[in-house]
C-alpha cells in the first residue's frame, strides 16, 4: 500500500489535465522520487537482511497481483474522473469591490 501514494502523484500533478496531457517524463525530479520509493519497498520485501528487519515476507504471484491493482486502482478513479469532466477546478474569483488594493509605497 505504499506504492498506491507514489503512483498516485501522477494523477495528481493537475486536477483537470490527464497525466498524458500534462507529460510523463516533464517532472524529472518527480520520476526519481517514484523511482526510489518503489525501490525501497521492493528491497524491504526481497531483501532477506531488509525483510527480517521490517518483518515482510515473500510473496506469491497472486499477492503481487493484488499489491499492483491496489496501488494503480487510486490512479486510475482519478483519471476516469477527470475522463468525466469531474476533476476539481480550483478557481476563486473575487469581485472587484472586495479586492485588496496594492499596498502605497
Known amino acids: 500500500f505504499a506504492v498506491a501514494p507514489l503512483v498516485y502523484a501522477f494523477a495528481k500533478r ?12 516533464t517532472n524529472r525530479m518527480l520520476l526519481v522520487a517514484v523511482g526510489v ?4 519497498q521492493a528491497v524491504a520485501v526481497l531483501v532477506p537482511g531488509a525483510a527480517s528487519l521490517f518483518k ?5 504471484g497472486g499477492l503481487w ?3 499492483l491493482i491496489a496501488s494503480v486502482l487510486p490512479f486510475i478513479v482519478v ?10 477546478r ?3 474569483e473575487v469581485p472587484v ?9
Open 14 to 25: 493537475s486536477d483537470h489535465l490527464h497525466f498524458w496531457q500534462s507529460g510523463l517524463l
Open 37 to 40: 520509493g518503489v525501490g525501497l
Open 56 to 60: 515482510t515476507g515473500p510473496m506469491d
Open 65 to 67: 497481483v493484488r499489491v
Open 79 to 88: 483519471e476516469v474522473l477527470k475522463l468525466a469532466g469531474m476533476g476539481r
Open 90 to 92: 480550483t478557481v476563486i
Open 97 to 105: 469591490d472586495q479586492r485588496i488594493p496594492p499596498p502605497e509605497i
